[in-house]
Every structure is written in C-alpha cells, then in structure tokens.
C-alpha cells in the first residue's frame, strides 16, 4: 500500500513537527507551515489529527536575542514562555485560513506517566476533536525540570499517541527516514522502507545527532516508534522539510514504515504498553512466564531476582532470566519487600512480611505482555 494512501485511511493521527521545520534562520517558517496545512486540507480533512510541535525555545531565543550556547534550566524555560506566545500566534494565523480552529496543549512528563492525568489528558484532548478543534501539543518547558522531562518531542508525540488511542502516529523530519548508515557521511546508504521489529540492528542504524534547533536525532524517533508500537500504533517517518510533504510523499512515496505486531488495547493496558518511567524490573522463571501467558498474576514463587529500587505503586519491567523484556506492570510491594519473598508461596507472605499482603506481586489488570 502506497504511504499515503496508509495516512488516508488512518481515523485518528498524531503529527510531529520537528524545529528544522518550524524554525528557518531563528524565525518562525511561515510559509512551510501555510503549505503543510494545505496539505491537511487536501488529504486529511475529514480525519482527526493532533499536531505535536517544537520551536518554542528556539524562538524565544531569537526573541530574547540571546547570543551564548551556555544556558541553564531557567533560561531555558524563560525562552519557552516567550517562544510559546509565537508558536500559537503562528499556528492560528495559519489554521485560520483555512478556517480551522486549534488549541494548545502544554504537558509535562507527570501528565502522561500519572494514570489519572494521563486520563484527564486525555478527555481534554476528545473534546476539542469533538468540537473540530485541532489540538497543539507542546512539552511544557516552562515549568518542566531536567529529571522529569521528556528530552524530546519525538517520545512525547508517541506517548500522546497512546493515550489517544491514535492509529497512525507521523514524524516529519529533515531526512527521508532511516538508513542503514548515516547518508550524510556514507554514499552508499540505503533508506529502510519497512521496519517490522525493532531491535539492537534498528537501534544501530539511528543517529543521534540532532539539528541546530532541535533536542533529538533519528534515535529518539526510533525509540518514539517503539513506544507507538507496544500498543499497537504504527510509525511513519518521513522528510518534512519540503513545502507540501504529504504532496511530495504522494509523488515519491519515501519514508520508513514501522508496523507494529501488536493489537491495539484499551484503558490500563494501552496506558502501561506506552509507559516510559520504569523503575525496576523482576525476573521471572519459566513457570511463571506460562502462567503469565494463561491469563493468572505474578505470584512471588516465580519471581528468581529483584532489580533496582523500586516502591509500592510504581511500574516494573518483568523479564525472563536471559534478560529479554515480556513486559510490564504495577508492583503491590516495595522492592526490598519484594527480595524477602522472592521464590516463596503465597501462603508465607504475612510471615515474612509481617503482614496480611496480597497474593500477588503485580495483578493480572495491572500487567501488560507483549505479544512478541
């Protein structure tokens, strides 16, 4: 099936816009935007679309005529607040030509990895589809620190992606997609049209350079198309930095296609498939791993080893003793809780723990397995 026509027949869609794109020599690109929305008039009226944009610390930058390279947290969060105010102004003068209306979105890392926002996140964003207002998302710089930030609008379109449910997720950027070197030093680099499994030879074709503007290379996108592809969404990633992309994707048809072999989920599942703060993991022996499969919980006799620090309520990775990831779900107990009654029935958990617990680590309604 041609690119295109695979965009066409996605209901709902999530865009990221990288900052080469939006951002020509400090300015807002005006006139790439106006063509990209012509593009959207053409081929995706009738679909719902999400944008998620970067550009406002670039911008904000120019506005504040901020010279030095060297700049701290704060800086940079005062060059969000001022390059937010273009960005939207930008966006609206654009969209409004073609009478459409669009809304911003500003989220943090929180907004996403807390279930209950990510739900509230979530409901915002249905109702301005509901109301044919196309919504623009933007990480909230403004507010958000180092240690809880995505880093990168590539991972944060493919989480926005999740919690909307989205069938199609769309990275445009500088390049016609992965190669299996880098073209900009190799010749002979060939684009990788179709990915159907990512793993560590995917991971080695991805570059991690970025542009003058933005925060990510090829290797935040190919972690976005894994994230996207836990729950079932597929990935496109394809050049951008042309006037009327979809156009020229329909003449060339270049890109790179990662499909993901997962069935789409819904509510916990979906959420969990697409969590990003992990913070430890369980390995587990063969018997539990069967007994995952089946359908029952995690129970502490199949559990052979804790790894990291992790408490009560957070999300965990389980894995089996090779190390190879089976998926994930939230822990009823601490970690070290979790040493004490590793290999142990059930049965001895109020002896050990010194109190009536539950059966089982993690719950089968708070466990997602992925289907590879």
């Not at 990288?18 to 053409?42: M, R």
């Not at 992790?310 to 822990?331: M, Q, R, T, V």
């Amino acid at each position: 099936m041609k690119k295109l026509q695979l965009i066409k027949n996605a209901k709902k869609i999530v865009i990221k816009i990288g900052s080469s794109l939006l951002i020509d020599n400090g300015k807002f690109n005006y006139k790439w935007l106006k063509s990209f929305v012509e593009d959207l008039d053409s081929f995706l009226n009738k679909t719902q679309i999400i944008i998620v944009a970067s550009g406002a610390v670039s911008l904000g930058k120019s506005y504040l005529k901020f010279n030095t390279h060297e700049v701290n947290l704060n800086i940079k969060q005062a060059f969000a607040a001022c390059g937010q105010i273009f960005l939207m102004n930008n966006f609206i003068k654009v969209f409004e030509e073609k009478k459409k209306k669009v809304a911003q979105i500003l989220l943090t890392f929180a907004d996403t990895e807390d279930r209950r926002r990510s739900l509230n996140s979530r409901e915002t964003i249905k109702s301005l589809l509901l109301s044919n207002v196309i919504p623009i998302i933007n990480e909230n710089d403004t507010v958000a620190t180092d240690e809880l930030k995505f880093g990168d609008n590539d991972r944060l379109a493919a989480r926005v992606a999740q919690i909307v449910e989205a069938d199609l997720l769309l990275l445009l950027t500088d390049v016609e997609g992965l190669y299996n070197k880098n073209p900009k030093h190799h010749g002979d680099a060939k684009l990788v049209e179709k990915v159907t499994k990512i793993d560590s030879q995917i991971y080695k074709m991805a570059s991690s350079q970025t542009n003058s503007y933005g925060s990510g290379g090829m290797l935040t996108k190919i972690q976005a198309a894994e994230i996207a592809g836990s729950y079932g969404c597929n990935t496109l990633i394809f050049q951008g930095n042309i006037e009327n992309p979809l156009k020229n994707l329909k003449k060339n048809d270049k890109g790179s296609l990662f499909i993901s072999s997962e069935k789409k989920k819904k509510g916990m599942k979906n959420w969990l498939a697409g969590s990003i703060n992990i913070s430890g993991a369980l390995e587990i022996d063969n018997g539990a791993i069967d007994a995952l499969k089946n359908g029952a919980s995690l129970l502490p006799s199949g559990i052979q080893r804790v790894l990291g620090k992790f408490s009560k309520g957070d999300i965990i990775e389980i894995k089996d003793y090779n190390g190879k990831k089976l998926g994930k779900g939230i822990s009823y107990y601490d970690a070290n809780e979790v040493e004490m009654i590793k290999g142990k029935k059930s049965a001895l958990i109020k002896k050990t723990l010194g109190y009536e617990g539950r059966e089982e680590v993690i719950h089968r309604d708070y466990l997602y397995l992925s289907e590879r």
